[in-house]
């Protein structure tokens, strides 16, 4: 069954950047979608960003700006690169596919905590 392994997170002060790895086990080449989820405390997981096969990008409006996605297909990673991070980004964040018809099961995900 594909895994998937978030790391990267830790803790960082308000203005900070981190870059989260996402490792699957499995090829990524032929998933069109993948994208960050981060799920904060008290709230619903949400799609921070995602990336096609092709380098196509989105990102929800909270983040746009300061966060960028990238993909390599060779190496079946996806990364996420935060920039002035702020307080209201302390969240679990975790990977996935951004396709409901193909989502793995989902992992430990990474702790990102932003300290003002």
């Known amino acids: 069954q594909v895994q998937l392994e978030e790391s990267g997170g830790g803790l960082v002060q308000a203005g900070g950047s981190l870059r989260l790895s996402c490792a699957v086990s499995?090829?990524?080449?032929?998933?069109?979608?993948m994208g960050w989820y981060r799920q904060a405390p008290g709230k619903q997981r949400e799609l921070v960003a995602s990336?096609?096969?092709?380098?196509?990008?989105r990102y929800a409006d909270s983040v746009k700006g300061r966060f960028t996605i990238s993909r390599d297909n060779a190496r079946n990673t996806v990364y996420l690169q935060m920039n002035s991070l702020k307080p209201e980004d302390t969240a679990v964040y975790y990977c996935?596919?951004?396709?409901?018809?193909?989502?793995?099961?989902w992992g430990q995900g990474t702790q990102v905590t932003v300290s003002s």
């Open positions: 996935n596919t951004d396709m409901f018809n193909l989502r793995f099961r």
């Open positions: 990336i096609t096969s092709g380098g196509r990008t």
């Open positions: 499995g090829s990524i080449f032929s998933i069109n979608a």
